[in-house]
């Protein structure tokens, strides 16, 4: 018998979450069963649940930064038992036979990899529902075990901000000594900026907000700058090995290629809805390189939490209980989050 959990949905793309009962499968023989303490609030969330990337399917329980407890496990799982911590990202599933599942990049699955919302089991036809809800039942090979020496509700986000971050940093080799620019700091940017800079990067932050430059030094950057002054464009004119772009609204890419090195390269991890012109110019001159990044696969994702494990590096948060969950959407569209909204999963069990 599925087993109805608590859960917010959003019922379309206008309207605002509200309580909603999910049914959650039994667990089968490769299936965890966790009990829910934290979900981070990805602006990923919002985009989707108001529809801003098209195809979004409803009701919509968003969340992929879970983080809880294991309460039981199928006959076949060895990697995690009851009582152990654990976390679960953007994925749920993949078909774990094509190149790039085979190459631990399941996020590019061929048959599609199964999204931990808005999306379907491989079966493409049982809604998935994400973690703004009390449990999750998911495969093992799905489940990141958590470091138990960091604060497990500030290491939500590592699900999705500290991974879709990690990434790039180590696809572009990040090393001692290297120039690395992050431009807006909210909840990807700010762990950008964290994992950089425990590189042994020199990090910058380009932000739209002048407030935040305090928050900046502390978080580990050398240096900030105000994306709103044109002279600071010129001033830092050719100077950065790699961009990291966590913007989620339109902006002009261009400016910011001026700011690479010969050969430098700028990564777009933020997903704004609408594309923006390129110019050819921006590339040719230097021989510079605009990339994308999408999360990270399952094996990347271990080790992304293995290494803030070492290095003790988890989000700046702002818990909220569930029923805060539009407000939030509301202050992240204004930039006011410093720097994640994390759900208090105790409160869904409150109504
Ligand atoms: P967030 O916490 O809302 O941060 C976005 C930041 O972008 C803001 O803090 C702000 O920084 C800046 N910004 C917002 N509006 C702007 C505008 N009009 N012009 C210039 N800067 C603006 O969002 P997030 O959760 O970090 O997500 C960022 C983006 O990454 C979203 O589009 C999300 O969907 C995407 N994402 C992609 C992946 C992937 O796999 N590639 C994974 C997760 C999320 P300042 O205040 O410093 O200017
Ligand atoms: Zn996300
Ligand atoms: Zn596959």
Redesign the pocket.
């Known amino acids: 018998m599925p087993r109805k959990t608590a859960a917010y949905a959003a019922a379309s793309p206008s309207s605002q979450l509200a309580p909603f009962l999910i049914d959650r499968r039994d667990p089968g023989p490769r299936d965890v069963v966790i009990d829910i303490a934290y979900c981070g609030v ?3 969330d919002i ?1 989707q649940a108001r529809d801003e990337w098209g195809a979004s399917m409803f009701p919509m329980v968003p969340g992929h930064e879970i983080v809880g407890r294991v309460s039981a496990v199928g006959a076949q799982v060895g990697k995690l038992k009851a009582g152990d911590l654990a976390g679960v990202g ?1 994925l749920v599933d993949s078909c774990g036979k094509c190149d790039p599942c085979r190459r631990g990049l399941e996020q590019f699955c061929e048959q599609g990899a199964a999204a931990t919302y808005n999306g379907t089991e491989m079966d493409r036809k049982t809604p998935t529902y994400g973690g703004y809800s009390s449990q999750i039942v998911v495969d093992e090979r799905f489940a990141l075990k958590v470091p138990a020496s960091l604060d497990l509700a500030a290491a939500a986000p590592l699900l ?2 500290g991974i ?1 971050t990690y990434s790039p940093l180590r696809q572009w080799n990040t090393k001692k000594g290297d120039r690395v620019g992050v ?7 700010h762990m950008a900026v964290k994992l950089a800079a425990s590189m042994g990067a020199k990090v910058t ?1 380009f ?3 002048a407030a ?1 430059a305090a928050d900046a030094r502390k978080l580990g950057a050398d240096d900030f700058a105000v ?1 709103r002054d044109p002279a600071m464009f010129k001033k830092l004119a050719r100077k950065f090995d790699l961009i990291i772009d ?6 002009d890419y261009n400016q910011y290629l001026g700011l690479l090195r010969v050969q430098g390269a700028m990564v ?5 809805s609408k594309p923006a012109p390129v110019a050819a110019f921006s590339l040719i001159t230097g021989n510079r390189r605009l990339a ?4 990270g696969g399952i094996p990347e994702t271990q080790e992304m939490l293995d290494y803030c494990g070492a290095h003790g590096i988890v989000s700046d948060i702002e818990l909220i209980p569930i029923q805060r969950i539009n407000e939030a959407y509301e202050r ?2 204004r ?1 006011d ?1 410093r ?2 909204f994390v759900i208090d999963a105790k409160s869904l069990l409150q109504g």
Do not use: D, Q, W
Request: glycine content about 14%; proline content about 2%.
């Open positions: 990805c602006h990923s985009h953007c999705c901000a879709t431009v807006g700091l909210g909840g990807l940017g932050v932000s739209t907000n935040k994306t966590a913007v989620s609204a339109e902006h777009l991890v933020g997903a704004p994308g990044s999408a999360i992240m569209l930039s989050v720097y994640r």
